[in-house]
């Protein structure tokens, strides 16, 4: 979701900003370089320009400095799923009693990092409110994600309270993608509003670690330029990956689909998978049509990704331009029936699934792939569209059912519960066996982190 906060000078006409950030929105919507991510609330369709009712989100304030700015940070729903309230006095998992004082809190921030565990694409960063009512301390809670991380908060109180919770929630082992490791979150900020006698709440706003954000302060009179924020524009570009893919070790596993049963109860636990053939892209919708309503393709055998690719049409041509994995949570109530009814041997998406799924996996010899969230232009490069394999239905037609062949895509396959470090390319493998306790993959116990 797009969220701009715009300061503007006395006498500065705040509409004609307005229109030009929608305008600007839909241009690079356009271009492919936002996902069409604005849905009507009451009939489901999306707009296809990220406009619509109350979006994008403009925050408007008036300052006394002479120049506008405008700051921009872009959420998408993993991590926007994963903000969380608390009303003190509560009980928390494995913490206990929260009570109404910055002891509370750092339970509560603590307890915030542990529940988002991979599904918000960690290690992420937390903006936090104090206080405030429900509505605004939402609101006050995101702003803080548009500090920056090496800045120090200037109350002395809060200072502490970030610095401790960065250290204490490194120790959880929620780790990168949630599946384990040092770093949890990169960041903690909080400030505290006055509250109702009545309530105290702690408003948390989850980031993922792509941080997305952006700023610009413009001359008020021209509109013309004259700073950039969040980046430094006398540095030069530099590359997450090289343009020829990631660096290989020969130790992967190769797989070209359609799959079997006995490849896949094959795959070991830390096992690297390369998917390269043809695969099919579905989210919500798709998985929700497709338990009442059989698919338009043969699904037998098939890699099907949690994904919605950003697609361009150039030169009469449909073109993948962003195919990140998006949270697979959400398909939790779906996926069990997909596996057993269609023969689906490989799920592929991020921030692992549940018991349902885990049941399916293991009796049909399917598995769950894990692919790294934020890096949607890095996995495009590995793929090409070969079209609409069929509408999943007439009133869906912006969820289609696409057909993509993937030249060696990289994955590192998640699914069962780890129990050691795991780096960005490792992964777990989910197999016949029932894993040790309940938890999701990578899921730590959060009173490893507290005295």
Same mark, same amino acid.
């Given at each position: 979701?797009?969220?701009?906060?715009? *300061?503007?000078?006395?006498?500065?006409?705040?509409?004609?900003?307005?229109?030009?950030?929608?305008?600007?929105?839909?241009? !690079?919507?356009?271009?492919?370089?936002?996902?069409?991510?604005?849905?009507?609330?009451?009939?489901?369709?999306?707009?296809?320009?990220?406009?619509?009712?109350?979006?994008?989100?403009?925050?408007?304030?008036?300052?006394?400095?002479?120049?506008?700015?405008?700051?921009? /940070?872009?959420?998408?729903?993993? %991590?926007?799923?994963?903000? /969380?309230?608390?009303?003190?006095? %509560?009980?928390?998992?494995? &913490?206990?009693?929260?009570?109404?004082?910055?002891?509370?809190?750092?339970? %509560?921030?603590?307890?915030?990092?542990?529940?988002?565990?991979?599904?918000?694409?960690?290690?992420?960063?937390?903006?936090?409110?104090?206080?405030?009512?429900?509505?605004?301390?939402?609101?006050?809670?995101?702003?803080?994600?548009?500090?920056?991380?090496?800045?120090?908060?200037?109350?002395?109180?809060?200072?502490?309270?970030?610095?401790?919770?960065?250290?204490?929630?490194?120790?959880?082992?929620?780790?990168?993608?949630?599946?384990?490791?040092?770093?949890?979150? @990169?960041?903690?900020?909080?400030?505290?509003?006055? =509250?109702?006698?009545?309530?105290?709440?702690?408003?948390?706003?989850?980031?993922?670690? !792509?941080?997305?954000?952006?700023?610009?302060?413009?001359?008020?009179?021209?509109? !013309?330029?004259?700073?950039?924020?969040?980046?430094?524009?006398? =540095?030069?570009?530099?590359? +997450?990956?090289?343009?020829?893919?990631?660096?290989?070790?020969? =130790?992967?596993?190769?797989?070209?689909?359609?799959?079997?049963?006995?490849?896949?109860?094959?795959?070991?636990?830390?096992?690297?998978?390369?998917?390269?053939?043809?695969?099919?892209?579905?989210?919500?919708?798709? *998985?929700?049509?497709?338990?009442?309503?059989?698919?338009?393709?043969?699904?037998?055998?098939?890699?099907?990704?949690?994904?919605?690719?950003?697609?361009?049409?150039?030169?009469?041509?449909?073109?993948?331009?962003?195919?990140?994995?998006?949270?697979?949570?959400?398909?939790?109530?779906?996926? *069990?029936?997909?596996?057993?009814?269609?023969?689906?041997?490989?799920? @592929?998406?991020?921030?692992?699934?549940? #018991? #349902?799924?885990?049941?399916?996996?293991?009796?049909?010899?399917?598995?769950?792939?894990?692919?790294?969230?934020?890096?949607?232009?890095?996995?495009?490069?590995?793929?090409? $569209? +070969?079209?609409?394999?069929?509408?999943?239905?007439?009133?869906?037609? !912006?969820?289609?059912?696409?057909?993509?062949?993937?030249?060696? &895509?990289?994955?590192?396959?998640?699914?069962?519960?780890?129990?050691?470090? $795991?780096?960005?390319?490792?992964? /777990?493998?989910?197999?016949?066996?029932?894993?040790?306790?309940?938890?999701?993959?990578?899921?730590?116990?959060?009173?490893?982190?507290?005295?």
């Amino acid at each position: 979701m797009p969220t701009f906060d715009v *300061h503007t000078p006395v006498g500065v006409n705040q509409i004609v900003i307005k229109k030009a950030i929608q305008n600007a929105v839909a241009e !690079a919507t356009r271009r492919g370089k936002l996902r069409p991510n604005s849905v009507d609330s009451l009939t489901g369709k999306n707009s296809g320009n990220n406009l619509g009712e109350e979006t994008p989100v403009i925050h408007f304030s008036q300052w006394e400095q002479d120049e506008i700015e405008v700051k921009l /940070i872009l959420k998408g729903g993993g %991590c926007e799923n994963k903000n /969380i309230q608390y009303s003190l006095p %509560c009980e928390l998992d494995h &913490l206990g009693s929260a009570g109404r004082n910055l002891e509370g809190v750092r339970k %509560c921030l603590l307890h915030a990092v542990w529940q988002a565990q991979g599904q918000g694409c960690a290690p992420g960063a937390l903006g936090v409110c104090i206080g405030s009512d429900r509505a605004n301390g939402y609101v006050l809670a995101k702003n803080q994600l548009f500090r920056t991380l090496d800045d120090v908060n200037p109350v002395a109180e809060l200072a502490t309270l970030e610095a401790q919770v960065m250290e204490e929630a490194n120790r959880i082992g929620v780790g990168s993608m949630g599946f384990g490791g040092k770093a949890s979150l @990169i960041g903690c900020k909080v400030t505290a509003a006055n =509250r109702l006698p009545a309530s105290f709440f702690v408003s948390v706003a989850y980031d993922c670690w !792509a941080y997305r954000r952006l700023g610009v302060r413009l001359e008020a009179a021209s509109g !013309a330029i004259t700073s950039w924020l969040y980046r430094d524009p006398e =540095r030069p570009v530099e590359r +997450m990956t090289q343009s020829e893919g990631f660096p290989l070790t020969g =130790r992967e596993v190769v797989l070209t689909p359609p799959l079997t049963e006995a490849q896949m109860r094959g795959l070991k636990v830390g096992d690297v998978v390369l998917i390269t053939g043809e695969m099919f892209t579905g989210r919500d919708a798709v *998985h929700a049509y497709l338990m009442k309503n059989k698919p338009p393709v043969d699904l037998n055998g098939a890699v099907l990704y949690h994904c919605g690719p950003v697609m361009l049409k150039e030169n009469g041509e449909w073109k993948v331009k962003a195919a990140g994995p998006t949270t697979s949570i959400r398909e939790e109530p779906y996926q *069990h029936h997909v596996i057993r009814e269609y023969g689906v041997r490989a799920v @592929i998406g991020k921030g692992g699934m549940g #018991k #349902k799924t885990l049941a399916a996996l293991q009796e049909c010899g399917a598995v769950y792939l894990n692919a790294i969230g934020g890096a949607a232009d890095a996995v495009q490069r590995a793929m090409t $569209f +070969m079209g609409i394999a069929g509408l999943v239905a007439s009133f869906l037609t !912006a969820r289609l059912l696409a057909k993509i062949p993937a030249r060696k &895509l990289l994955l590192a396959g998640f699914a069962g519960c780890a129990e050691v470090e $795991f780096g960005l390319r490792s992964g /777990i493998v989910l197999r016949g066996e029932a894993p040790k306790n309940e938890r999701r993959p990578g899921q730590q116990l959060l009173h490893l982190a507290t005295p």
